[in-house]
């Protein structure tokens, strides 16, 4: 039995291992999206949406690990579609000699209930049922729909199978079943059945959605951070696409420097001007620097504000960020002395206790980060949802 289930515990590892950098790449649309639509972001949705994704990928990985070598695929015998409703019962029942003659011998159905073919049955069931719960509880899928798209997630998994892994080996590695497909349509009706069981201490769709909305209506600092994370990436993506087009010649270095700071100057100084003080990312996530009145900040506060959070913090950060490398590399290397490592690591904390020092003595002094204190500006919502009360 236990040597059966080690078979699953590999594609769970594998999931678990690349769900960091899967969700990594997801996030970013995650959070403008929910900062759009709500204000804010719960827990409780963070949560169930990156266990979605986790099990997703568990499910999948499920389907085609172990990966066996081209050669072995080679040597494997064709695996033809199995069209036979009920085939894995007919050959686990056949397999221990159960039939119309001894259906009543309870020894017989035990040793098939605890047989390698039945687990293989039950683990098509289940593999679907979170599916079922999550369709239910979080997207609000009706029956119907939750029996489409458990057939049709099945479906995928089975043409996965059929394909080879789309052309990857030179034939299926796998079976494909009718079996399949109704025991993970039947698993996605199980969980759709017991959801209410299931999440009865969870909080409903609409109390997180409640949740977000409330959020919404403060800039928390990690809201503030995705709008500084997003305005960094955007401004490089335009850098991109203008030194793309720059001639290369005997000055292109000077001429890349000139680019880089007309970049930043457009994006961070002429652009807010004709957006009433809104940068790219701020736009996205619905943000807008005002001055300390709420009204529209003037060119100078502007100017003075993103210089000091894209210019001198980031330098700051970015800087810390690579002296930290530095002293990595310097650390590791086993020619150099204590002291030297040492005095490494003094020089590498500079910039960072520079910057902490900044942001401790403006938080205590006046409740601000640097950037909005001596820019003599603020970051609020734009357009926050008032829909409490038209949430059921």
């Known amino acids: 039995m236990l040597n059966y289930l080690s078979s699953y515990f590999q594609p769970i590892v594998v999931a678990c291992a690349f769900f960091p950098t899967i969700a990594a790449l997801f996030t970013l649309p995650f959070v403008i999206r929910h900062y ?16 979605f994704i986790l099990y997703c990928m568990c499910a999948f990985l499920l389907t085609v690990l172990p990966l066996p070598s081209r050669e072995a695929v080679m040597a494997m015998p064709d695996h033809p579609i199995r069209w ?29 209930f605890t047989s390698s073919d039945f687990f293989q049955i039950l683990f098509n069931i289940v593999m679907t049922v979170p599916l079922g ?16 798209a458990g057939f049709c997630a099945s479906l995928f998994f089975e043409v996965t199978q059929y394909t080879a ?18 025991n993970n349509t039947l698993g996605a009706v199980i969980g759709y059945a017991v959801q209410p069981l299931v999440c009865k201490i969870l909080p409903t769709r609409d109390e997180i959605d409640q949740i977000s909305y ?22 490089n993506v335009v850098f991109a696409i203008v030194e793309f087009f720059l ?21 961070f100084a002429v652009f807010p001007c004709i957006t009433r003080g ?52 310097v650390a590791f290397i086993a020619s150099n002395s204590m002291p030297a490592i040492m005095i490494t690591a003094a020089f590498c904390l500079i910039p960072i206790l520079v910057l902490l020092v900044m942001i401790l003595v403006c938080e205590k002094k006046w409740n601000k980060l640097p950037h909005s204190h001596f820019s003599h500006t603020d970051e609020v919502a734009v357009n926050c949802k008032k829909v409490l009360d038209e949430v059921a």
Not at 305 to 316: I, P, S
Request: aromatic fraction near 18%; charge should be positive; include cysteine.
């Open 36 to 51: 759009r639509k709500f204000g804010g972001i719960a827990v409780m949705r963070t949560i169930v949406v990156y266990s």
């Open 84 to 112: 036979t409703p009920g085939y894995d019962w007919y050959v686990g029942m056949k397999k221990l000699g159960l039939g119309f003659d001894n259906i009543t011998d309870m020894g017989l159905w035990k040793k098939f």
């Open 133 to 148: 719960i999550y369709l239910r509880y979080y997207f609000r899928f009706t029956l119907r729909e939750t029996i489409l």
């Open 165 to 182: 892994l789309y052309g990857f080996y030179p034939k299926p590695y796998r079976f494909t079943e009718v079996d399949d497909l109704i």
């Open 214 to 235: 409330k959020k919404g209506e403060h800039v928390t600092v990690l809201r503030r951070l995705f709008v500084f994370l997003l305005d960094i990436i955007l401004c």
């Open 247 to 267: 001639p290369y010649s005997l000055v292109h270095v000077l001429v890349t420097i000139f680019a880089w700071w007309l970049t930043m100057i457009v994006y």
């Open 278 to 329: 809104r940068t790219p990312g701020q736009m996205i996530l619905k943000l807008k620097t005002v001055d300390e009145s709420g009204g529209k900040p003037r060119l100078k506060q502007i100017i003075r504000r993103n210089v000091l959070l894209y210019g001198l913090e980031f330098f700051l950060l970015y800087l810390s960020g690579c002296l930290m490398a530095c002293f990595i590399v």
